[in-house]
């Protein structure tokens, strides 16, 4: 007798069917890697609109109080580290708001944003990497990995250079020196 045999379903191993879940780590107080990136990565307009960047995140820190303790902003992604007040952990919200606010300017300029099949426009890709802060070795390659950044992409030679970054503050403070992270250093830490 002949039978038919069912067909192998074709998935990705370990695929269940069902949506990933992330888990965010969330601890008051904590310090945090991000890394958020634009739906086009094609696109320059978080250096285009750099003080528009800077507004949306200013308007948040002063309603919900956070520390940026290094920073980078490239054309089309930015890294950031942040200390969350004692008592707060939600990041998660703050960069919604930058986001929604960063957002509302682009439109604002009549800047021709594409959407999806639902309506929603294509400025940030959806999901953002987040990384908890372990302890002062894991603190201190993240700020390298950050300022050291505009390089890794050949934007500039030399990361003074670059003008989107904390590292100016840190050689103002005299935390590095003005010729750290040359062309010829290399970092290997940040996002994955």
Do not use: C
């Not at 379903?9 to 695929?15: A, D, F, I, N, V």
């Not at 990136?37 to 109080?65: C, F, G, K, N």
Request: aromatic share 12%; hydrophobic share 35%; glycine share 6%.
């Amino acid at each position: 007798m002949d039978t038919e045999q069912p067909r192998p379903q074709r998935t990705r191993p370990g695929y269940t069917g069902r949506m990933v879940q992330y888990r965010r780590n969330l601890i008051p107080g904590g310090t945090y890697f991000f890394t958020l990136t634009l739906h086009d990565r094609r696109s320059s307009w978080l250096t285009d609109h750099i003080d528009a960047l800077r507004d949306a995140i200013a308007e948040v820190q002063a309603r919900r109080s956070f520390q940026i303790v290094a920073a980078v902003v490239l054309p089309e992604h930015l890294h950031m580290v942040w200390r969350l007040p004692d008592s707060d952990s939600d990041y998660a919200s703050r960069w919604a708001q930058i986001k929604r606010r960063f957002n509302g300017h682009l439109k604002a300029a009549e800047i021709p944003i594409p959407k999806d099949a639902r309506g929603e426009t294509l400025i940030w890709q959806r999901r953002y990497w987040e990384h908890t802060i372990r302890d002062d070795a894991d603190f201190a390659a993240h700020v390298d990995y950050i300022h050291y950044n505009p390089v890794k992409h050949g934007l500039v030679e030399q990361v003074i250079d670059w003008p989107y970054s904390s590292f100016h503050r840190y050689v103002s403070a005299g935390l590095l020196p003005q010729d750290w992270g040359g062309s010829d250093s290399v970092m290997a830490t940040g996002e994955p």
